[in-house]
């Protein structure tokens, strides 16, 4: 029993969510978007473009080489129909390459070469922000009509969701590793008051204004200074030098 398209995109949709529910890789959950995504909308290839911290877009996944290729012509050529519809932020189609010569003519000349006639852009959103697209390629005889457009913008839309899913377990990762590092320090200076309170004979609190003092006076973290107290009795020994000559 053949699968209709409807199906095959419920069926990605319910793969893509089983895979971002776990330690995913970004590259290889774009590299199935592309490929699902020229087996569901039947057409000849799928390109992704992305945009990264410094604003310039970059191939992230292509379903075939060709497809890879071409991707890789706009962006040097800096011409093409995913790079007019990243700055638009409006989907941008050219349904027949060879009309399209004067509009990007190194692009269309290759796309034809390669053995495509049409192409169909569509803008991935994070929310307000375009971060990139994915062009839709296709050959001789095969059109890409209203319904295939809306279940491709879907699934452009999906590759949006996942870097966003990325980028917040990116984000708790970092805020989880910052947390614990907040700790550490702590607990290092908790214990290095306790042995500048023990060597000079003085409370706890005396101790911690003792290293605030020298860590202030000696441009020092104060984390770094009470690790370095701990691990090195010199520095132990500087420190109370300097409360000696303060006092």
């Given at each position: 029993m053949s699968t209709t398209p409807r199906q095959s995109l419920a069926q990605t949709f319910t793969e893509l969510v089983d895979i971002l529910v776990t330690d995913f890789d970004l590259v290889e959950v774009m590299h199935l978007i592309a490929a699902r995504s020229q087996q569901i909308l039947d057409v000849d290839a799928v390109g992704i473009l992305l945009v990264d911290s410094h604003g310039s877009l970059n191939v992230i996944a292509a379903s075939t080489e060709e497809a890879r290729v071409l991707e890789l012509s706009q962006l040097q050529n800096r011409e093409g129909p995913c790079l007019e519809c990243f700055h638009t932020g409006h989907p941008v189609s050219g349904a027949d390459l060879s009309s399209e010569m004067t509009r990007w003519p190194r692009f269309a000349s290759e796309a034809l070469q390669a053995g495509f006639t049409g192409i169909h852009a569509l803008p991935m959103r994070l929310r307000d922000e375009i971060i990139g697209g994915m062009s839709l390629f296709s050959g001789a005889g095969r059109s890409i009509d209203?319904?295939?457009?809306?279940?491709?913008?879907?699934?452009?839309?999906?590759?949006?969701?996942?870097?966003?899913?990325?980028?917040?377990?990116?984000?708790?990762?970092?805020?989880?590793e910052q947390l614990q590092n907040a700790i550490n320090h702590r607990l290092m200076i908790e214990q290095a008051k306790g042995l500048i309170a023990e060597r000079a004979g003085v409370s706890i609190g005396e101790a911690f204004d003792v290293l605030r003092a020298y860590a202030h006076t000696h441009h020092w973290k104060l984390s770094e200074l009470a690790e370095a107290v701990i691990q090195d009795g010199s520095t132990t020994s500087d420190v109370l030098r300097g409360r000696a000559q303060q006092n």
């Open positions: 209203a319904e295939t457009l809306s279940a491709a913008q879907a699934l452009t839309d999906v590759a949006a969701i996942a870097l966003l899913h990325e980028r917040a377990v990116r984000h708790r990762r970092l805020l989880v």
